[in-house]
């Protein structure tokens, strides 16, 4: 988590150069940096026959790519999933059984 973070924040200001005409603020997707990190970790660490260097320098490149805009004021209140329905998902509904046979109630 550390170092995709230390790599999201140098594709973050290499991102906000690149996109500075753009008329919104542009963000580095974290779920991206996460996601590109898991496959390369390993390649960094023991040394595969790519150049860490190289690899790292890689790996920003497509993160500073992999942007979306920061729109202003586009902060909503999350809806309570726990308010909307009452009762269980059917998924988890009880189950009893009958005469060795499950049956689902409701």
Known sequence: MNLAAMVRNVAQLIAARRFLHREFRCQVRGCSSLSAMKNDVVRLLFAAPIDPQRLLE?????????????????????????????????A????????GIEQRSG
């Open 92 to 99: 988890y509904a009880r189950t009893a059984y009958v005469d």
């Open 58 to 90: 890689t790996l920003i490149r497509h993160l500073s790519n992999a942007v979306d805009a920061v729109i202003p004021d586009r902060s909503f209140p999350r809806k309570k999933p726990g308010k909307l329905k009452p009762g269980l998902h059917p």
